[in-house]
């Protein structure tokens, strides 16, 4: 009994265990970005705007194939009433019933069916951009509120870093003081600077929070804190992307980002449309098949004086309609020249959207390129300030240490190393984000 009481506690704590592990996973950005492709809103109904044009090519296709119907009527007649047996008018009351079969095709409309077909698929196939439009789209934010993470970690991590020296200067400076070297003004000023340097922290921990929060609610996660990231090492930024010129980055962005072609798929539903719309000026053919058959309760043998019975009178009064029609359109109070001139219009209003579309990217790209590039230049000026910040701060300390500087230069001193750490991290991230959108519109995806 024991044994078994033992046993189920380590199974318990097994299972907590797990459940620890489990709450505390760490996201990469592939997985976020996944996740969040599967679980987004916006992307599910995407995925049943698709099938619903799936649903309209498979109608279009439906459309080439005749029609079947069948149809019945049951009636009792009191009064004058036409017989639909003799066809003759009788003052009694019967009971009739009618039946049939018909079946109808298009022959010729204008090629209707065969562009309506085509425009199904032209309209499938914009859906599908829109929905890869939207990823991308998706892929970006999330890449950007990983970065953000990222970067207020590591801005945290500084900040405690830099604590951690402060507290030991608290500790050096006390016992200064305790023996003479040093006035008591210097110990407050680094007391002073410790709280400050907590209050940073606490609001480096908020922000980081917000950061995390933010993210988790784009990818539908409720457990807010438990929701962490992989913390992933960017000190080496592969810069590859910008060995390409703006021009050759612009033209492959024509091939690989969805704006354009959306807009170029919305022009060729246009014109679809506008060649629909012409067919109305086309005459119609179509065939047509019918079966009827009726019953009559008046219905009298003459010979007999017998009601003739309704098996025979099926066959009796049965008749087949095979023919075609022809439809010629002469006038329609001008609905098909308008709805023509509709869609010349809105074809004309696309290919300028289409135009502007690419200026866009061109604009988007030439200005990605810029500011990856100014971003470049100003990560590595952090640097250079971040490395002559530090030597100042570390010449600052020494001569803290030995008593020749008090407190208040060595803050200053602190402080402005402090503030270009945080313009490295700030450069850093910005620059890092900026080639991964180049990237982007080289058709590199967002999660390499």
């Known amino acids: ?222 457990d807010y804190e438990n929701f962490d990231i992989v913390d992933v090492d960017y000190n080496l930024i592969p810069e590859t992307i910008l060995e390409n010129s703006p021009k050759t980055i612009a033209e492959r962005a024509r091939e690989e980002v969805n704006d354009v072609k959306i807009a170029s798929q919305n022009l060729k539903i246009a014109q679809k449309d506008l060649e629909l719309a012409k067919t109305g000026y086309f005459p119609t053919l179509s065939g047509f098949i019918s079966y009827n058959t009726r019953w009559s309760s008046a219905q009298i043998n003459p010979f007999t004086g017998e009601e003739i019975n309704f098996i025979d009178q099926l066959y009796l009064f049965d008749g087949t309609s095979v023919g075609l029609r022809l439809n010629v359109p002469i006038f329609n109070q001008f609905t098909t020249r308008n709805q023509v001139k509709r869609s010349k219009l809105n074809v004309e209003r696309l290919k300028l959207q289409e135009k502007q579309v690419v200026l866009d990217l061109e604009s988007t790209v030439y200005q990605a390129y810029n500011d990856a590039k100014n971003s470049k230049k100003a990560y590595d000026a952090a640097i250079q300030v971040e490395e002559a910040r530090k030597l100042a701060f570390n010449y600052a300390q020494e001569r803290y240490n030995v008593g020749v500087s008090n407190a208040f230069d060595l803050s200053q001193s602190r402080a402005q190393y402090d503030t270009a750490l945080s313009d490295v991290i700030r450069t850093k991230y910005d620059f890092i984000f900026s080639l991964k959108v180049l990237e982007f519109y080289f058709g590199i995806p967002i999660t390499n």
């Open 1 to 222: 009994m024991k044994k078994l009481i033992n046993n189920t506690i380590l199974l318990g704590l097994f299972f907590v265990g797990c459940l620890g592990f489990s709450q505390q996973k760490q996201w990469t950005l592939k997985e976020c970005v996944t996740y969040a492709l599967e679980q987004n809103i916006s992307v599910q109904q995407s995925l049943l705007d698709q099938d619903l044009a799936i649903i309209d090519e498979n109608q279009a296709k439906a459309n080439f194939l005749p029609n079947f119907n069948a149809n019945g009527s049951f009636g009792i007649n009191t009064g004058a009433n036409i017989n639909p047996a003799t066809n003759q008018f009788e003052n009694s009351t019967f009971q009739s019933a009618s039946g049939g079969l018909s079946s109808g095709i298009n022959i010729f409309s204008g090629l209707q069916n065969w562009k309506t077909l085509q425009r199904a698929q032209l309209n499938k196939i914009a859906n599908t951009y829109q929905l890869e439009k939207m990823k991308d789209d998706i892929s970006i934010f999330v890449a950007n509120s990983f970065l953000s993470i990222l970067a207020n970690k590591e801005r945290l991590k500084v900040l405690v870093a830099q604590n951690k020296v402060t507290k030991e200067n608290i500790e050096n400076t006390s016992k200064l003081l305790e023996s003479g070297v040093l006035p008591k003004g210097d110990l407050l000023e680094i007391k002073a600077t410790d709280a400050t340097q907590l209050q940073q922290i606490i609001l480096a921990e908020n922000t980081l929070f917000i950061s995390k929060l933010g993210l988790a609610q784009a990818l539908q996660i409720e």
